[in-house]
């Protein structure tokens, strides 16, 4: 057995800081000991594909990001691992427990499956991994072959953990409940305006040391129409993994103010990513949800944001501040200011986009490397 300690300390030595993650049995003693640490931060996710995404915005600033979760979740961080951190070139570390180990004691059967192949699916999937290492003496050899890879190809690596791995440690802190925020739902508006005015809008009020995360699809293309600059990054796949990506760059940049303009549709795919969001509270986050009512970047199919109200359901995840603006107007006034609390504005847009609508001429890897040394 390992020291949770012992594997922390040697791992901040080498610039990790930000963990996320969905807890297991297996991994309860570092879980414990981030949460209880001053100096390292753990924020926990709602699925592991949001853990992935909250580490890789972390990354962006600087601070290297830890995906900790049980490999029954694997397949749900499967897309933000193929199309997010290898896309845009986004190296962490993934901790990956080896619940229903056919070479171990017996698990319960819903474990049987993936224990069988998670090996075989990081191999599918292009993720190089080691067995999480079992003496304090070993830490450090895999660390290094770890941060190694993640320098010389900017992608992830993963390090597959048995059970009875770390010593137990018990949580000494106590938890931080938060109570929900006070905010009132302003209610559904009538679209007025389409995207792009929207996008337009927001241009001027959005100041080049404040960062901006565009949802995948005509969002980002749209955003690129408007202007192209070194603080903006275009998500390609990794649909719903925006509002994460955004926290992990919010969450350890806290002096930079952070925009997301996510996408009704990307929004519902990952509904917990909001109860994360109102949870953590960035005081530096706005969260602009685009709100057409259509999958409008894959054929015009409905949604079903017609049927809710977000603004109710931002406001009961715990979002301080949440406003509603259907037009250009409206929505550059409610975020021109900097606010001291985590803002979401609920924005209705009518369909439509350009004819000729551009894609970025920018490759995802340079839009990732180019937003770093922004950030630097």
Same mark, same amino acid.
């Given at each position: 057995? &390992?020291?949770?300690?012992?594997?922390?300390?040697?791992?901040?030595?080498?610039?990790?800081?930000? @963990?996320?993650?969905?807890?297991?049995?297996? %991994?309860?003693?570092?879980? =414990?000991?981030?949460? *209880?640490? *001053?100096? $390292?931060? @753990?924020?926990?996710?709602? =699925?592991?594909?949001?853990?992935?995404?909250?580490?890789?915005?972390?990354?962006?600033?600087?601070?290297?990001?830890?995906?900790?979760?049980?490999?029954?979740?694997?397949?749900?961080?499967?897309?933000?691992?193929?199309?997010?951190?290898?896309?845009?070139?986004?190296?962490?570390?993934?901790?990956?427990? $080896?619940?229903?180990?056919?070479?171990?004691?017996?698990?319960?059967?819903?474990?049987?499956?993936?224990?069988? &192949?998670?090996?075989? $699916?990081?191999?599918?999937?292009? &993720?190089?991994?080691?067995?999480?290492?079992?003496? *304090?003496?070993?830490?450090?050899?895999?660390?290094?072959?770890?941060?190694?890879?993640?320098?010389?190809?900017?992608?992830?690596?993963?390090?597959?953990?048995?059970?009875?791995?770390?010593?137990?440690?018990?949580?000494?802190?106590?938890?931080?409940?938060?109570?929900?925020?006070?905010?009132?739902?302003?209610?559904?508006?009538?679209?007025?305006?389409?995207?792009?005015?929207?996008?337009?809008?927001?241009?001027?009020?959005?100041?080049?040391?404040?960062?901006?995360?565009?949802?995948?699809?005509?969002?980002?293309?749209? %955003? @690129?129409?408007?202007?192209?600059?070194?603080?903006? %990054?275009?998500?390609?796949?990794?649909?719903?993994?925006?509002?994460?990506?955004?926290?992990?760059?919010?969450?350890?940049?806290?002096?930079?103010?952070?925009?997301?303009?996510?996408?009704?549709?990307?929004?519902?795919?990952?509904?917990?990513?909001?109860?994360?969001?109102?949870?953590?509270?960035?005081? =530096?986050?706005? /969260?602009?949800?685009?709100?057409?009512?259509?999958?409008?970047?894959?054929?015009?199919?409905?949604?079903?944001?017609?049927?809710?109200?977000?603004?109710?359901?931002?406001?009961?995840?715990? @979002?301080?501040?949440? /406003?509603?603006?259907?037009?250009?107007?409206? $929505?550059?006034?409610?975020?021109?200011?900097?606010?001291?609390?985590?803002?979401?504005?609920?924005?209705?847009?009518?369909?439509?986009?350009?004819?000729?609508?551009?894609?970025?001429?920018?490759?995802?890897?340079?839009?990732?490397?180019?937003?770093?040394? /922004?950030?630097?």
């Amino acid at each position: 057995m &390992i020291d949770a300690d012992r594997f922390l300390s040697e791992a901040r030595e080498r610039g990790f800081g930000m @963990y996320a993650g969905v807890p297991c049995s297996y %991994l309860k003693p570092f879980i =414990n000991r981030v949460i *209880d640490s *001053d100096v $390292l931060r @753990y924020v926990g996710a709602a =699925n592991e594909g949001e853990a992935v995404a909250i580490a890789a915005g972390a990354e962006l600033t600087g601070t290297r990001g830890v995906a900790l979760f049980q490999n029954s979740g694997l397949g749900n961080a499967v897309n933000p691992l193929t199309s997010l951190t290898e896309t845009f070139r986004i190296p962490i570390l993934v901790i990956t427990t $080896l619940r229903g180990d056919p070479d171990g004691d017996a698990d319960e059967p819903q474990h049987a499956r993936m224990g069988a &192949i998670t090996r075989e $699916l990081l191999d599918l999937v292009g &993720i190089p991994w080691e067995h999480f290492p079992t003496e *304090d003496a070993e830490v450090p050899a895999a660390l290094e072959c770890a941060v190694r890879h993640m320098d010389e190809h900017g992608t992830p690596y993963a390090l597959v953990m048995k059970k009875g791995t770390a010593a137990p440690r018990a949580l000494e802190s106590t938890a931080d409940v938060r109570p929900p925020a006070q905010a009132s739902a302003p209610g559904r508006l009538a679209p007025e305006m389409r995207r792009r005015d929207a996008l337009e809008a927001l241009r001027p009020v959005v100041h080049d040391d404040d960062i901006v995360i565009a949802s995948t699809g005509y969002t980002g293309r749209e %955003l @690129y129409a408007t202007g192209d600059r070194a603080n903006q %990054l275009y998500m390609v796949g990794s649909m719903g993994c925006a509002s994460s990506l955004a926290l992990g760059v919010a969450l350890a940049r806290p002096e930079r103010r952070v925009f997301v303009l996510d996408g009704d549709g990307a929004a519902l795919m990952h509904m917990g990513a909001l109860a994360t969001i109102g949870y953590e509270r960035p005081a =530096n986050l706005v /969260h602009v949800l685009l709100d057409n009512g259509l999958h409008e970047s894959t054929g015009g199919q409905a949604t079903v944001s017609r049927s809710i109200d977000f603004g109710a359901i931002a406001a009961g995840c715990g @979002y301080p501040r949440v /406003h509603a603006a259907a037009t250009g107007d409206a $929505l550059a006034a409610l975020v021109a200011t900097p606010s001291s609390e985590l803002t979401f504005v609920h924005v209705p847009l009518v369909p439509g986009i350009e004819s000729a609508l551009p894609r970025p001429t920018i490759t995802p890897a340079e839009v990732a490397a180019r937003l770093r040394a /922004h950030l630097s």
